[in-house]
């Protein structure tokens, strides 16, 4: 079966500091792959998303960007943290359109980001 | 682009009593899907019910069902005989089947289900 993990759980880092968020998918292949912002209380906003490797999409201008250096990698990473980038950081994946998951978007456990 | 409203902020239900979650959305697609997800005070999303937009049929999945109405483009969520662990934030969301969008979803704000005993 299919899973999907991300690290770190939790961080907490200073302003002006990077970061790297991990996320890898394993029992699949050529999955599509997405990276969710999560504000306290409110839904969930698409950061990126990537149908393969190379390939990122942006959907908000932001202070943040993407990576798929491998199939079932994806990292999300800042160069220079700013207080606004504290959240909650969702890893997801799905199968290419048209298999049988039936096109659903399964999340990992979640990263909750404080910059301090 | 595709917009999903869920009206509802908060809602309370009696143990063991019947919920509905209302659930509204936009497009102009003809092919596309519904999710609810459950997100527990472990902020884990997790998949309750799936709805395919070309099945007339509403799906169920034990005490979760739907009332998908494709016309009215409502899509809301009964949470038979609740029990206490259904208490969470419950979250409305659309996904394109288009080629174009990768299968990118929409999300509602959510609806936080607080459930009495």
């Known amino acids: ?116 | 682009a595709q917009t999903v409203t869920q009206s509802q902020p908060e809602m309370s239900v009696q143990e063991a009593e019947t919920v509905t979650l209302s659930c509204t959305y936009d497009t102009s697609e003809s092919d596309y899907y519904l999710f609810w997800y459950k997100q527990p005070p472990s902020r884990q999303m997790i998949l309750v019910i799936r709805q395919e937009a070309y099945k007339q049929q509403n799906a169920t999945e034990n005490r979760f069902s739907v009332n998908f109405q494709k016309a009215a483009k409502s899509f809301s969520l009964k949470i038979s005989d609740s029990q206490l662990g259904d208490a969470a934030m419950y979250f409305c969301a659309y996904r394109s089947d288009s080629y174009t969008n990768a299968g990118k979803s929409t999300f509602g704000d959510g609806t936080t289900l607080t459930v009495k005993p």
Request: charged share 10%; hydrophobic share 35%; proline share 5%.
């Open chain 1, 1 to 116: 079966s299919q899973t999907i993990h991300q690290w770190p759980a939790t961080l907490v880092q200073p302003v002006g500091s990077p970061l790297s968020l991990e996320c890898t998918v394993e029992g699949t292949s050529n999955p599509n792959l997405y990276w969710y912002r999560q504000a306290a209380g409110r839904g969930l906003q698409l950061l990126f998303y990537s149908v393969g490797i190379g390939q990122i999409s942006s959907e908000v201008p932001q202070n943040l960007s993407a990576s798929r250096p491998q199939d079932r990698q994806f990292i999300l990473s800042s160069k220079k943290l700013l207080l606004s980038d504290s959240g909650f950081y969702l890893c997801a994946w799905s199968a290419i359109r048209g298999k049988s998951s039936g096109n659903t978007i399964y999340f990992g456990e979640g990263s909750w980001l404080t910059v301090v």
